[in-house]
């Protein structure tokens, strides 16, 4: 899921001639209406109220329009691995379920580092690979021509 390469800078203004390799991916803001529903406990055990109310905020985050099967199921992993953290019964269940969330881009700042943006309904920008908008392509011929004279 998450985009190869090092992480972009924060602080500093680098600046390089060359395109990124990751462009940002824009999402519209709106919620996620299709997820899979929350299996229905472990073992005969239902789920903790934490866990359920993680799920119902997971499943519908914005970003979920672009998973595929293996990242819902990733998604599944991850409630029982919740559990037992909101349970109590295992100290690396945190750590686990931090770097889980961490992939799912369960925050801002993890949907940053998977370079993902939410943008307002109806703005987001249906952007194909190797395709340039012909406008974007007439502007640039146009200042080539302005530099050339």
Request: positive net charge.
């Amino acid at each position: 899921m998450p985009p190869a390469g090092r992480k972009p800078n924060q602080g500093q203004a680098i600046r390089h001639r060359v395109k990124p390799v990751h462009d940002w991916t824009e999402i519209e803001d709106t919620p996620f209406p299709d997820a899979p529903p929350m299996p229905g406990g472990l073992y005969g055990i239902p789920w903790p109220a934490e866990t359920q109310r993680w799920w119902e905020v997971v499943s519908r985050m914005p970003h979920c329009v672009i998973w595929q099967e293996s990242d819902w199921q990733f998604a599944i992993d991850t409630i029982t691995i919740h559990a037992r953290f909101v349970r109590g019964e295992s100290a690396s269940a945190a750590t686990e379920l931090r770097n889980r969330e961490k992939v799912l881009g369960t925050t801002l700042d993890f949907r940053r580092d998977l370079r993902i943006r939410y943008v307002a309904a109806g703005t987001a920008a249906a952007k194909s690979a190797g395709v340039v908008a012909i406008e974007d392509y007439q502007q640039r011929l146009v200042k080539k021509k302005r530099r050339a004279k």
